[in-house]
């Protein structure tokens, strides 16, 4: 096995929002430069902005910020590993940050996948949801990173 194939298996618990992810290891495939593949799951990361730390509580909580395709502002806020690393994030980091948060693609509002295409991603893949309890936005294809 390549040393790409090796690094292209993940541990992963069970996700109650993807019910395809049921076994324990999944090989993932880079897909042309827009995402990963699990079992059929598209996995993306949406680019966001970390605006500030929100509480101290293990293993840290942030606030992170995003702009969806018809303009409308999001703020998501979970635990800092969700966003980034460590040395990334902490309480004494110089905020805003530009970090992602992991999603998967749900739709594609058009036919190919160029940066202006309107894309549906849910952030369920970690349980991570807006203050208004949505876990599904239509972003720019341009928004997403692999």
């Known amino acids: 096995m390549s040393r790409l194939a090796t690094r292209n298996l993940v541990i992963c618990k069970p996700l109650r929002a993807v019910p395809q992810c049921r076994s324990q290891i999944y090989r993932w495939i880079l897909v042309a430069g827009v995402g990963l593949v699990a079992k059929g799951v598209l996995v993306v990361g949406l680019r ?6 929100v509480d101290d509580a293990f293993p840290g909580w942030i606030e992170v910020q995003f702009s969806d395709a018809r303009g409308k502002h999001w703020s ?10 460590a040395e990334e994030l902490g309480p004494c980091s110089d905020y805003p940050l530009a970090v992602s948060v ?4 749900a739709e594609t509002a ?6 202006d295409a309107i894309v549906t991603v849910s952030t369920s893949v970690h349980g991570i949801t807006a203050s208004t309890g949505e876990d599904e936005f239509s972003v720019r294809r341009s928004q997403l990173v692999p």
Do not use: N, Q, S
């Open 48 to 53: 966001v902005e970390a605006v500030r730390w």
């Open 76 to 85: 998501l806020v979970d635990k800092a590993p969700a966003f980034g690393t």
């Open 102 to 105: 992991a999603c998967v693609m």
């Open 110 to 115: 058009t036919a190919d996948l160029e940066d």
